[in-house]
Structure formats: C-alpha cells, structure tokens
Antibody, heavy 122, light 109 residues
Framework: EVQLVESGGGLVQPGRSLRLSCAASDFTFDDYAMHWVRQAPGKGLEWVSGISWNSGRIGYADSVQGRFTISRDNAKNSLYLQMNSLRAEDTALYYC???????????????WGQGTMVTVSS | EIVLTQSPGTLSLSPGERATLSCRASQSFSSMYLAWYQQKPGQAPRLLIYSASNRATGIPDRFSGSGSGTDFTLTISRLEPEDFAVYYCQQCGSSLRDTFGQGTKLEFK
C-alpha cells in the first residue's frame, strides 16, 4: 500500500529545534517531489516547504524561510524537516505529502500522511 | 506569492442540492496547477480535482472542476451526506511556492 508515515513531533520550548521525518513506502520515492504542509488547530492548510525529486529545487513559505530546512534521502525513501528557532505560531499538525508530478513536473498532492503534531510552548 | 481567496466561507445546503464553491487568485496562472481537496474532521486532506478539471482516482463524477486564469470553481452536482466537509483549493506551480485557499466549509442546512 502506498503510504507516508510522519514522526518526530512533540512538545518543544520556544527557540528550540525539532526534526520531523516522513517514511515513504510502495512507490518510487526518488521520482517525485515531496512537501510539508501544516495545519494549526482549528485552522486551514498552509504549505510549508517542498523539494524536487533530486533536491535540485527547494522552496519555503515566507513564514518559515531561514528557520526550517527540508531535505530528503532517496536511498532511505525518507523526507525530513529540520525546524529551528521554533515559535508558538509553528504549533500545528505537520503533514508529509507526495507530488503527483514525476521528474521535474509539478502537480497536486495525491498521497498524504496522517500527520505529526508539533506543539511549541514553554 | 499567489493568494487564493475562497468563497463563501461557509455554505449551508441539504443533501441532493447543488454546491458551487469559488476560488479566486490574486494573479493569473495555468489551470494545470490548480487543485481541490476535501478534508473531514480528524482526517488528512484528500485530493479531489487536479489540473482544474481532472478527477483524482476514485472520486465520484458528481464532483467537477472548471475555470482558468484567476477564477476556478468546484461543483458538486447532487450532495451526498458524506460530502459535508471543508474544501480547499491549491495552486501548485512549478516555482515551489505553493499556496492554499482558506477553505470553504460545506455544512448541513
């Protein structure tokens, strides 16, 4: 079964760091761009960051630029999000999502994980 | 950054009725990069429509998408009880600067 499983969330103090992971299975991971999308409690979806199939292109939302770093390890079928200088407003459920477009093509997000919760609080 | 504005914020309808949801962009972009998602409480979003008008795998044909440029529409022809949820539009352009609309909540009237 095609699947994405996030891990690494938890309670962290403001200013500290956290690293999220996303394990992919049953599809050719290194063919597709991957993304992180977050959802604050009771709020809408916010695209956080995306990375192309070969890590050649990377993008960030303005709200996390300079604090978050996305990366992937195609040999391990894994996606990561390093989150530094965390703020209360980063509190959210973080989803990993697969891009439909293969290679350098972009598309919608056809596969989503169930999310990992990050709570930033003292 | 392309800003997407969805309307209405909440839509109150009954099963069997037709739902029309709007997504308006702050600047024009290719319809290839417009998608619609459905999200139910406690669940991850589910892809409904990609490239503005193509149904994703397993999506019933009562869901349809249309539009171009800056104005896009999701239509649900005859609402089923399981369709009451929150709907989001997304622009997923080649520049890796994606954005989502703020969502439309479709609720029972």
């Amino acid at each position: 079964e095609v699947q994405l499983v996030e891990s690494g969330g938890g309670l962290v103090q403001p200013g500290r760091s956290l690293r999220l992971s996303c394990a992919a299975s049953d599809f050719t991971f290194d063919d597709y761009a991957m993304h992180w999308v977050r959802q604050a409690p009771g709020k809408g979806l916010e695209w956080v960051s995306g990375i192309s199939w070969n890590s050649g292109r990377i993008g960030y939302a303005d709200s996390v630029q300079g604090r978050f770093t996305i990366s992937r390890d195609n040999a391990k079928n894994s996606l990561y999000l390093q989150m530094n200088s965390l703020r209360a407003e980063d509190t959210a459920l973080y989803y990993c999502a697969k891009d439909m477009g293969s290679g350098d093509n972009r598309g919608a997000f056809d596969i989503w994980g169930q999310g990992t919760m990050v709570t930033v609080s003292s | 950054e392309i800003v997407l504005t969805q309307s209405p914020g909440t839509l109150s309808l009954s099963p069997g009725e037709r739902a029309t949801l709007s997504c308006r962009a702050s600047q024009s972009f290719s319809s290839m990069y417009l998608a619609w998602y459905q999200q139910k409480p406690g669940q991850a979003p589910r892809l409904l429509i990609y490239s503005a008008s193509n149904r994703a795998t397993g999506i019933p044909d009562r869901f349809s998408g249309s539009g171009s440029g800056t104005d896009f529409t999701l239509t649900i022809s005859r609402l089923e009880p399981e369709d009451f949820a929150v709907y989001y539009c997304q622009q997923c352009g080649s520049s890796l600067r994606d954005t989502f609309g703020q969502g439309t909540k479709l609720e029972f009237k």
